[in-house]
């Protein structure tokens, strides 16, 4: 099979390393790339946005199965673009349709899904420019810390946490009358604030049938003991240690079955991954948000665990045969350590060289990043590469690849040296 994964960060190269494994593959390209999946695909220089363009490069090289990565091209339709395109239809796309990614698109869409089928989350308002009154009101009736939320897509930034109700409110009129979103804000849903461990829940559905992955939990803030700004992501772990078998038990029970048989009764159509981003309160989960894609760098230690082949998993997903994939999980801990460009999540330079790549030992290097000049490999991002290890628990797994992060160097890179400090 000819496979094609749209998107150029680490999610990606992982997903190209893990199809690169099954002997049901072909040819693998990937759109448009970086220096990592040069090295085991084919890059194909093209927008993932302009649905004429990966039409061109699907029929061009026959390809049999998309995968998407990030969520911009599911927000903005490429699944219903497939399925309306007679020369399209009969190729599977891994990623759900624009209504159903609405939910990632959306958080006031998110937030009805959820109490209309009864899932456990934050109790919230919506507001409009109109409505900035009420929404100062609403406010007033909270507890602090406030949390005010961009209602569409903001790259990860939409998220504001405050604790002082006049900087709350000046947020607000920000967000609502300045446009501090753009687009995004719009709509700014305002939720009560819940206290506990966040984790990461992933699934795998193909409309009806679903397959729970492995839970991960991944590290936001720049800096060590979770301050600073947020980030698309400094490292992750799985399994979560405080995620034990009756709470997971609570996340199927209350929060995943509920999903599936709500998208099935809402009649939005689903096939790809569900990432469900969880917080324990006590011992109960309340679902945060959700995305329609896989969590990066999460992605990067929960594909090594499994170890299933890939593409028959994704075969299943397209043929709706999933119930029939017997999924297998390496019992191990897998973490990933990201390193970033100096002056990350604000300015930074591209273009700096990266050395050492050569010296690594039980690691694998998933390129986040990067890119080819001259033949040299590059930096090309704000988070430029993760290196993930196994390990007993996650203290062997992370002194695994501390010690091959040290064997890297590009100017200005940074790494957080904590990541577990919390378990």
Known sequence: ???????????????????????????????????????????????????????????????????????????????????????????????????????????????????????????????????????????????????????????????????????????????????????????????????GLELSCFVLTDGENYKILPTAKDYKRIGEGDTGLNTGGMGAISPVPFAEDSFMEKVKERIIIPTIKGLYKDKIRYKGFIFIGLIKVGEDPFVIEYNVRLGDPETEVILPRIKNDLLEVFEAVGSGKLDAIDLQIDKRTAVTVMTVSGGYPGAYTKGEEIHGLQNIEDSIIFHAGTSLSNGKVV????????????????????????????????????????????L
């Open 379 to 422: 930096t090309n991002g704000g988070r430029v590469l993760a290196i993930t290890s196994f390990g007993k628990d996650f203290k062997s797994a992370l002194a695994t690849s501390y010690k091959n992060v040290q064997k890297i160097d590009f100017e200005g890179m940074y790494y957080r040296k904590d990541l577990g400090f919390d």
């Open 1 to 195: 099979m000819n496979i094609l994964i749209l998107g150029s960060g680490g999610r990606e190269h992982t997903l190209a390393w893990k199809l690169k494994q099954s002997p049901k593959l072909s040819q693998l390209f990937v759109a448009p790339g970086n220096a990592g999946t040069s090295q085991i695909a084919t890059n194909l220089p093209i927008n993932i946005n302009d649905f004429t363009a990966v039409k061109t490069a699907v029929s061009s090289h026959k390809i049999d199965l998309v995968v998407v990565g990030p969520e911009d091209p599911l927000v903005n339709g490429i699944h219903d673009f497939f399925r309306s395109d007679d020369d399209l239809k009969h190729i599977p796309v891994i990623g759900p349709e624009k209504k159903a990614a609405t939910l990632e698109g959306s958080k006031e869409f998110a937030k009805e899904f959820m109490m209309r089928h009864k899932i456990p989350t934050a109790s919230y308002q919506s507001f409009t420019a109109e409505m900035l009154q009420e929404g100062f009101n609403f406010l007033g009736t909270l507890k602090p810390p406030y949390v005010l939320k961009a209602d569409g897509l903001a790259a990860g930034k939409g998220v504001v946490i405050l604790n002082d109700l006049d900087e709350a409110r000046a947020e607000l009129s920000r967000m609502l009358l300045d446009s501090k979103f753009g687009e995004a804000s719009t709509t700014v849903v305002i939720e009560e604030f819940l206290s």
